[in-house]
């Protein structure tokens, strides 16, 4: 397969990462609304259909293990075309309740030695209503949608409930989960959500608004042991799964690096596999884990499957290697698992557990 992409880059690399990525949404949104026979040639080009990667979770059915992470379709505007690209299932979102538009700029540094990304955006995007319009025209999808939903800067700590409650009933039916996101680091005062008694009370909340599965995404930042005493608290009160990890503000993992906002990428990929592994160890066979955070060959993915990943998300490889990616990965994880001896991927999953 040429690689167009490697041209691509080149050329995109030349524009700020918004910027690119402006651009970037712009094709992806109007190439599938505008041009939508180019979704059949382009999906049989990037997407990796075998019975042995399909699972069934969430009462829907995965086609392939590998997601693309919340953030990069903040606004529910490339669904179709992530899909084309090969996606098994796609996280849309971070949504708040009202519009914002992030923090100041420049916000979004690359730093490609290290394929590595900085980001302080602070979740901005259209807000629920707009991006609940247009996931309607869509929903159900064939895809299985997972709608990652935080709180709006504005909101005090007091109030944050309100917003996430007001999030999963505008949600909880144009989506097959829901991840509660009070792990970025680009919100003031959103990590400190993740405590015993606010993450109890949305997980009862939540219970009671809506039969979909919530799963808690969470930091890399935090100790062992307060991670697992958080995740077992959203457990015991009804969280579906856990997301592990967001983004690190541990800046001595990167040369250069800002002051501010999370580090994604291939700096992240140990210090993420570490939090996950120890998660996995504590509740792999309890509940659903989806793995996410520097996942960028076929190997990692492996890794953070034998290790008790259901489900793996990818973002800043996406971004520093291009769609073909997704086919890579996916040929990647059927070549181990035959190299492995594993007819199915359940068989995968966990193995480094049993």
Not at 28 to 31: A, D, I, L, T, V
Not at 182 to 192: E, F, K, V
Not at 241 to 245: D, E, N, S
Not at 338 to 347: L, R, T
């Given at each position: 397969m040429f690689d167009y992409y490697a041209i691509m880059k080149k050329l995109m690399f030349n524009f700020s990462p918004e910027n690119a990525h402006t651009i970037a949404e712009f094709f992806?949104?109007?190439?599938a609304k505008f041009t939508p026979f180019i979704l059949s040639p382009i999906a049989e080009q990037f997407?990796?259909?075998?019975?042995?990667?399909?699972?069934?979770?969430?009462g829907k059915t995965f086609l392939n293990p590998i997601g693309i992470g919340a953030g990069f379709d903040k606004n529910a505007t490339m669904i179709k075309m992530l899909t084309a690209l090969g996606f098994g299932h796609i996280e849309y979102g971070t949504m708040t309740p009202e519009p914002q538009s992030g923090n100041p700029k420049p916000r979004c540094f690359r730093f490609p030695e290290y394929e590595t990304i900085q980001n302080a955006m602070g979740f901005n995007n259209d807000g629920m209503n707009a991006i609940a319009k247009r996931v309607e025209a869509l929903y159900p999808f064939a895809t299985p949608l997972g709608a990652n939903i935080g709180k709006n800067k504005t909101t005090t700590a007091e109030n944050a409930l309100k917003d996430y409650e007001k999030l999963i009933k505008r949600f909880?039916?144009?989506?097959?989960?829901?991840?509660?996101?009070?792990?970025?680091?680009?919100?003031?005062?959103?990590?400190?959500l993740q405590n015993e008694q606010f993450i109890k009370d949305l997980f009862v909340m939540a219970k009671e608004l809506t039969t979909k599965p919530v799963l808690l995404k969470i930091a890399?930042?935090?100790?062992?042991a307060d991670a697992l005493t958080i995740c077992s608290t959203a457990l015991d009160n009804g969280a579906a799964?856990?997301?592990?990890?967001n983004t690190t503000i541990d800046y001595s993992l990167l040369p250069n690096a800002k002051d501010f906002g999370g580090l994604s990428g291939k700096v992240l990929t140990e210090k993420s596999f570490a939090m996950f592994e120890a998660?996995?160890?504590?509740f792999f066979g309890k509940t659903t884990l989806i793995s996410v955070g520097g996942i960028d060959s076929a190997d990692e993915a492996y890794r953070r499957l034998k290790a008790?990943?259901?489900?793996?998300?990818?973002?800043s490889a996406f971004i520093f290697k291009g769609p073909s990616l997704n086919r890579a990965i996916n040929l990647g994880i059927l070549e181990r698992?035959?190299?492995?001896?594993?007819?199915?991927?359940?068989?995968v999953i966990g193995s480094d557990r049993r």
């Open positions: 992806f949104k109007n190439g997407f990796i259909h075998d019975k042995r990667l399909e699972q069934e979770l969430f909880k039916d144009l989506s097959d989960y829901l991840v509660v996101n009070i792990s970025s680091p680009n919100t003031p005062g959103l990590r400190d890399p930042d935090l100790a062992v799964g856990i997301v592990a990890t998660l996995a160890k504590e008790g990943a259901s489900l793996v998300q990818i973002y698992m035959e190299k492995d001896g594993f007819a199915h991927i359940s068989e």
